[in-house]
C-alpha cells in the first residue's frame, strides 16, 4: 500500500488552499491559514485537521490504524 504524504488543505473559513506534507509520527490537531490565520481544529469524529480539511486522511488512517 502506498501512503499519500502530501494532501492540499482548504480553509473552510476563507477557502485559501495550500499544500502541506503530513506528518508521520503525531498529529496535527491545530493548524493556523496562512491567509485569515484562522486556526483550524478537527471536526468532531475526525482525529486530525488532514482528516477533516485535506485532500487526503492522514497516514495512519490511510494504513486503517487508529490516529494518534
Known amino acids: 500500500?502506498?501512503?499519500t504524504l502530501q494532501a492540499i488543505i482548504t480553509c473552510p473559513s476563507c477557502g485559501h488552499k495550500k499544500e502541506?506534507?503530513?506528518?508521520?509520527s503525531a498529529c496535527e490537531?491545530?493548524?493556523?491559514?496562512?491567509?485569515?490565520?484562522?486556526v483550524l481544529?478537527?471536526?468532531q469524529?475526525?482525529?486530525c485537521v488532514y482528516?477533516?480539511?485535506g485532500?487526503?486522511?492522514c497516514p495512519p488512517i490511510q494504513?486503517?490504524?487508529s490516529c494518534c
Open 41 to 43: 481544529k478537527p471536526k
Open 55 to 57: 485532500t487526503v486522511p
Open 29 to 38: 490537531y491545530f493548524y493556523e491559514c496562512e491567509n485569515c490565520k484562522e
Open 63 to 65: 494504513e486503517n490504524k
Open 20 to 24: 502541506e506534507t503530513m506528518p508521520t
Open 51 to 53: 482528516c477533516s480539511y
Open 1 to 3: 500500500m502506498n501512503i
Open 45 to 47: 469524529g475526525d482525529c
